[in-house]
């Protein structure tokens, strides 16, 4: 489906409906109340959309809390990036107790040394990170 041409379709075909409802009417005001009308319904699904984000960005965070407690998932500072053939690896570091961890797949990793990671999270089937069993 190729949303970028049929919701302008959508709300302008919300918003002609609703102006030619408020035309029948009889006046100018009611064309204009029916215009707004029909915008109202046309953005609708953009604001239901924009909520389900929302609630799935809160639920599925792209990244774990760091082990310090202070460093959220969009706080963390942005080291490198490194793509393979088939994955991508990235590195990041807390802003506050300064650990490095490595990110790729389903997995965050704690750095330890120049080499060495040990697992720290995993993403569940349900899409939250839980505490990596390895």
Aim: positive net charge.
């Amino acid at each position: 489906m190729n949303l970028d041409k049929i919701f302008p379709a959508f709300f302008f075909l919300c918003v002609g409906i609703g102006a030619l409802i408020g035309h029948a009417g009889g006046s100018a005001l009611s064309t204009a109340n029916g215009a707004a009308i029909g915008v109202a319904v046309g953005l609708s699904p953009l604001l239901v959309l924009a909520l389900f984000v929302g609630v799935i960005t809160l639920w599925c965070p792209e990244r774990p809390t760091c082990m310090c407690g202070e460093t959220k998932s969009s706080d963390y500072h942005f080291i490198s990036h490194l793509s393979r053939i088939s994955e991508h690896v990235y590195v990041y570091r807390c802003h506050y107790c300064r650990r490095m961890y490595r990110q790729h797949e389903n997995r965050f990793e704690l750095r330890l040394a120049e080499h060495e990671f040990q697992p720290y999270m995993v993403i569940s089937k349900w899409g939250r990170w839980g505490r990596s069993t390895h």
